[in-house]
């Protein structure tokens, strides 16, 4: 994705914020706002920010679940399933 077209500065989007936020929903892609010729911030709908935070959120499980396999904090599965099937807790 080419981010040089969805570049604006902090006038444009003061002047035309209906505009833009009907671009962001309608397009999908984030936005750079400028301030005096330098980025300040990145805008984007939020649908992909919620798409963005849910994928954050798999990708933190996964590696945490890839910690605790490096740490051999693992069982077999034939053994979990025991203890769920016999309704002891698990340690």
Known sequence: MRYSSQIKSVSYLKANAAEVLEELTEQRRPLVITQNGEAKAVIQ?????????????????????????????????????ARLRSGKAAD
């Open 45 to 81: 709908d939020v649908a992909t920010y919620e798409e963005t935070e849910a994928t954050l959120a798999l990708l933190k499980i996964l590696a945490l679940g890839n910690q605790q396999v490096v740490q051999g904090k693992v069982k077999p599965v034939g053994e979990v399933l």
